[in-house]
C-alpha cells in the first residue's frame, strides 16, 4: 500500500520524511505538548529523526499510519496525527494526535481527526478506533466526546511518564456510530 495522502479544506495530512525532523523536533521539545503525549520532551534533534524512522516502519509492518499535519496555506508541519496498534485483523486501532500550541484551539485537530476518521472506517475498514488520553488532558477529552466517542473507563496506571505513573481514560468510537453521526 501506498502512503495515503490525506486532504481537508485547510491541511494536507502527509508522510513524514527526514525533511520535517525540525519541525518534529520543534513540537516534540516542547513541554505543554508532551505532558499528556506519554513520553519525554525531545532533548536532541536526532529523536525527532527517530520518531520519523519509528512511524515509516510502523507503517511497512502495518502496525501503524502517522501523517504529518501540514498547512496548506504556508506548506508547514504543525503537529502529526495517526493510528498506532493498527490490527487490521481485528478491524481496530487508536487514535494519537498533538500539535504546536501555536495552532491550539482553531479547529485544526478537529479538522484532522475527522479525515482521519473517515479514511480509517471507510478506506481500512476499521470497525473501533479508540483513543487512550490523560484524564487531565480535558481539551482532548473534550473534543473526543464531542466527535462522538464514548468514554469507557479509567486505566489505572497506564502510561510511565516522567519516573511516574499516569491513570488515562480509554475511549472509542465504533463505525455504527460514525456513520450514524455522518446521516445527522
Do not use: C
Given at each position: 500500500?501506498?502512503?495515503p495522502?490525506?486532504?481537508?479544506?485547510r491541511?494536507?495530512?502527509?508522510?513524514?520524511?527526514?525533511?520535517h525532523?525540525?519541525?518534529?523536533?520543534?513540537?516534540?521539545?516542547?513541554?505543554?505538548?508532551?505532558?499528556?503525549?506519554?513520553?519525554?520532551?525531545?532533548?536532541?534533534?536526532?529523536?525527532?529523526?527517530?520518531?520519523?524512522?519509528?512511524?515509516?516502519?510502523?507503517?511497512?509492518?502495518?502496525r501503524?499510519?502517522?501523517?504529518?499535519?501540514?498547512?496548506?496555506?504556508?506548506?508547514?508541519?504543525?503537529?502529526?496525527?495517526?493510528?498506532?496498534?493498527?490490527?487490521?485483523?481485528?478491524k481496530?486501532a487508536?487514535i494519537?494526535?498533538?500539535?504546536?500550541?501555536?495552532?491550539?484551539r482553531?479547529g485544526?485537530?478537529?479538522?484532522?481527526?475527522?479525515?482521519?476518521?473517515?479514511?480509517?472506517?471507510?478506506?481500512?475498514?476499521?470497525?473501533?478506533?479508540?483513543?487512550?488520553?490523560?484524564?487531565?488532558?480535558?481539551?482532548?477529552?473534550?473534543?473526543?466526546?464531542?466527535?462522538?466517542?464514548?468514554?469507557?473507563?479509567?486505566?489505572?496506571?497506564?502510561?510511565?511518564?516522567?519516573?511516574?505513573?499516569?491513570?488515562?481514560?480509554?475511549?472509542s468510537?465504533?463505525?455504527?456510530?460514525?456513520?450514524?453521526?455522518?446521516?445527522?
Open positions: 500500500m501506498n502512503f495522502v490525506l486532504e481537508t479544506k491541511l494536507k495530512l502527509i508522510e513524514l520524511t527526514d525533511l525532523a525540525n519541525s518534529l523536533y520543534e513540537i516534540f521539545s516542547l513541554e505543554e505538548v508532551t505532558r499528556f503525549y506519554g513520553t519525554d520532551r525531545f532533548t536532541l534533534h536526532v529523536e525527532a529523526s527517530r520518531l520519523i524512522d519509528m512511524f515509516h516502519k510502523n507503517f511497512l509492518e502495518k501503524g499510519i502517522r501523517w504529518g499535519i501540514k498547512l496548506k496555506e504556508n506548506q508547514k508541519i504543525i503537529g502529526t496525527i495517526g493510528l498506532n496498534g493498527l490490527q487490521l485483523k481485528n481496530r487508536e494519537g494526535y498533538e500539535l504546536h500550541p501555536s495552532f491550539w482553531r485544526y485537530t478537529s479538522e484532522a481527526i475527522k479525515e482521519v476518521l473517515r479514511f480509517s472506517f471507510q478506506q481500512l475498514e476499521l470497525y473501533r478506533i479508540g483513543a487512550v488520553v490523560y484524564p487531565e488532558n480535558q481539551a482532548s477529552n473534550n473534543l473526543l466526546l464531542k466527535l462522538g466517542f464514548t468514554n469507557e473507563g479509567l486505566l489505572r496506571g497506564y502510561i510511565h511518564q516522567n519516573e511516574q505513573f499516569h491513570d488515562t481514560h480509554v475511549l468510537l465504533l463505525r455504527p456510530e460514525w456513520e450514524q453521526s455522518q446521516e445527522e
